[in-house]
């Protein structure tokens, strides 16, 4: 079971880092995938991360606003966010799966098997 955590009220140009851990399955063999979700749409890729590898992914219009980092002790990911706005307001997810490691496929929600709770991310301007 995955579990997102860390959200929160925050003002715009602060900063929030969010986790994600999982229960009973590590994340050695899979990718593991940040997604937020505004009201009223659908969900939006934010950044991953291969395990293994730790090679790192993130989507364009975010890089340099974001850090996705792990604790391999603890099986826990995180997301760093710096300079919110409130634009960024959300339900932010985490998700793992194992489709592949191109850009194209951690992109895509669909090649995600497991997804946590989400966590909301609410920035007040």
């Known amino acids: 079971q995955l579990q997102a955590s860390g959200g929160g009220l925050v003002q715009a140009g602060g900063s929030l880092r969010l986790s994600c851990t999982a229960s009973?399955?590590?994340?050695?063999?899979?990718?593991m995938g940040w997604f937020r979700q505004a009201p009223g749409e659908g969900r939006s890729f934010l950044a991953a991360?291969?395990?293994?590898?730790?090679?790192?992914y993130a989507a364009d219009s975010l890089k340099g606003r974001l850090t996705i980092t792990r604790d391999n002790a603890k099986n826990t990911m995180y997301l760093q966010m710096n300079s919110l706005k409130p634009e960024d307001t959300a339900v932010y997810y985490c998700a793992m799966g194992n489709r592949g490691d191109s850009f194209t496929y951690v992109r895509s929600t669909e090649s995600y098997d497991y997804w946590g709770q989400g966590t909301q991310v609410t920035v007040s301007s």
């Open positions: 991360m291969k395990w293994s590898s730790g090679r790192t």
């Open positions: 009973g399955r590590p994340f050695s063999n899979y990718v």
